[in-house]
């Protein structure tokens, strides 16, 4: 069965600063990979998916996270937070285009001036 | 922005009373889904549907029912609702397929308060 751990419910940076937010997942076939967005009283925005090829993914708003099969890893980094960015962020995984996503339980980012 | 209506928006209602969601998409996508979102609990798979008439359960179905007659509606129904299902809906829509990848796009939510 998939799985997905998001280390930290909540990860508070200063403007400026780098963000990173970390997902490990467990899958016993190569994964598809996702992270995604809420803000506040609003529905889930993809932010960035892999699939194959190129391991280092890049998505919108500046973000990007890489795909380290050796450390089941999947981390999404921005290198300069910005006060827009505070929004609640989800990990996802997905074994096949046919099957439903597992998410992780997210991670809430505060982005302090 | 993926055409996805949910309604209502929000509704509160009493326990036993049934509930029924409904999610509507304008693209034509193969696959459906509802999901809950709670404090601490993430995203949890109520149900999907894989076509019209076709439909599978999630991670947390007990209390739940779906039905897709038509490509383009979801419904999800409470047969009788309890305090423990309070919680905001969304409905999610994806093509499938290689090609799609499985990216699901997302409706705005449903708030529903069981009293």
């Known amino acids: 069965a998939q799985s997905v751990t998001q280390l930290g419910s909540h990860v508070s940076v200063s403007e400026g600063a780098l963000v990173l937010l970390r997902c490990n997942y467990s899958?016993?076939?190569?994964?598809?990979l996702f992270w995604y967005v809420q803000y506040p009283n609003q529905g889930l925005q993809l932010l960035l998916k892999y699939t194959t090829g190129a391991t280092l993914v890049k998505g919108i708003n500046g973000f990007e996270a890489e795909f380290k099969k050796s450390e089941t890893s999947f981390h999404l980094t921005k290198p300069s937070a910005h006060m827009s960015d505070a929004a609640e962020y989800f990990c996802a995984v997905s074994q096949s285009g046919n099957t439903p996503l597992v998410f992780g339980k997210g991670t809430r980012l505060s982005v302090i001036a | 922005d993926a055409g996805i209506t949910q309604s209502p928006r929000h509704k509160v209602t009493e326990t036993g009373t049934p509930v029924t969601l409904r999610c509507h998409q304008t693209e034509n996508h193969r696959y459906m889904y509802w999901y809950r979102q709670d404090p601490g609990h993430g995203l949890r798979l109520i149900h999907y549907?894989?076509?019209?008439?076709?439909?599978d359960k999630g991670e947390v179905s007990d209390g739940y029912s779906v039905s897709r007659s038509k490509t383009e509606d979801f419904l999800l129904t409470l047969e009788s609702a309890t305090s423990s299902q309070t919680s905001v809906y969304f409905c999610?829509?994806?093509?499938?397929?290689?090609?799609?990848?499985?990216?699901?796009?997302f409706g705005p939510g449903t708030r529903l308060t069981v009293l």
């Open positions: 549907s894989y076509g019209v008439k076709d439909t």
């Open positions: 899958s016993s076939v190569p994964p598809y």
């Open positions: 999610a829509i994806s093509r499938g397929g290689l090609a799609g990848g499985n990216e699901q796009f």
